[in-house]
């Protein structure tokens, strides 16, 4: 676990699909993650959950152009 990022409760990305240019259809969708941490770092953002059962982690890397918000639950 990096000590340097803060730990969420829960983190809700509205993500941007890669290419659909529908105009009648939202392009988004939303992806939750659980006992997570993030960090924004130059165009990305990474999100690591935590898996206590194993003592593990695991990540995700998003870049921030397909970022459309998100929203972050403290615990």
Same mark, same amino acid.
């Given at each position: ?9 829960? @983190? =809700?990305?509205?993500?941007? !699909? #890669?290419n ?11 992806? /939750?993650y ?12 990474? @999100? =690591?959950?935590?898996i206590? !059962? #194993? ?12 970022? /459309? ?7």
């Amino acid at each position: 676990m990096n000590n340097s990022e803060p730990i969420f409760k829960k @983190i =809700t990305l509205i993500v941007k !699909e #890669e290419n659909n240019k529908d105009k009648y259809f939202n392009n988004t969708f939303k992806v /939750d993650y659980n006992d997570c941490g993030m960090v924004i770092t130059g165009d990305y953002l990474i @999100i =690591t959950e935590y898996i206590n !059962e #194993e003592q593990s982690e695991k990540s995700k890397i998003y870049e921030l152009k397909f970022i /459309d918000s998100y929203k972050l639950y403290k615990n």
